[in-house]
């Protein structure tokens, strides 16, 4: 039997409706190849409906609802982009709480696109390195992050990736970290904070 690089590794997956379907889909594949749990969530129980660029995507099953949902059950959590999900995610007070929670934690995170701006509200990005969407570039250094134009960047835990385009060696760093585990420095430099 082949040992599986993330074989038990428990991973959240955090998305609402407009949730950028490549970002999501293409990642979550590479995860469950490698052996991981995943765990879709969302704001509400159900079904999301997730999106093609500007077009409408397709119907998603969510296996947890936010509310009731906490890092401790998990070992990673992933956040896909789409301006809307994002929006919606944002939004919802269970939600950051449950962003918060991995921060505090120490867990890694790997967040794509919009995916990132739930970092901010967790208040995760001061002082750290990482990319997104390029048009939120000015969102994440008046956060005090320091923003890169680069396609993956690591910083203790936290994988971030700018768009679809760079979903290939996104996988594979978020693989490598969730592989490695919890970061007891991110941890204490949030808490430091």
């Known amino acids: 039997m082949t040992h599986l690089k993330l074989d038990g590794v428990k991973v959240a997956i ?16 590479k995860l469950v190849e490698c052996g991981a749990r995943t765990t879709l969530i969302s704001i509400k129980n159900g079904e ?3 999106a093609k660029g500007d077009e409408t995507g397709d119907i998603c099953a969510v296996d947890a609802e936010v509310f009731g949902a906490t890092a401790d059950d998990y070992d990673a959590l992933f956040l ?5 999900s994002v929006k919606r995610l944002r939004a919802d007070e269970h939600a950051r709480k449950f962003v918060e929670g991995f921060v505090k934690a120490g867990k890694p995170i790997a967040a794509i696109c919009h995916g990132p701006l ?3 509200d967790a208040d995760a990005v001061k002082g750290r390195k990482l990319t ?17 134009n680069d396609s993956v960047i690591t910083d203790k835990g936290l ?4 768009n679809p385009g760079d979903i290939e060696p ?5 693989i490598e970290e969730f592989a490695e585990g919890r970061h007891a420095s991110a941890a204490s430099t949030r808490a430091s904070a």
């Open 14 to 29: 955090l998305a609402a409706d407009g949730f950028e379907q490549d970002e999501l889909f293409q990642p979550k594949l």
């Open 80 to 84: 896909p982009g789409g301006e809307a």
């Open 132 to 148: 997104s969407a390029q048009s939120l570039e000015g969102e994440f250094v008046y956060a005090g992050a320091n923003w890169a």
């Open 48 to 50: 999301i409906r997730g």
């Open 118 to 120: 739930l970092l901010i």
């Open 159 to 162: 994988v971030t990736s700018r």
């Open 170 to 174: 996104f996988s594979a760093k978020m």
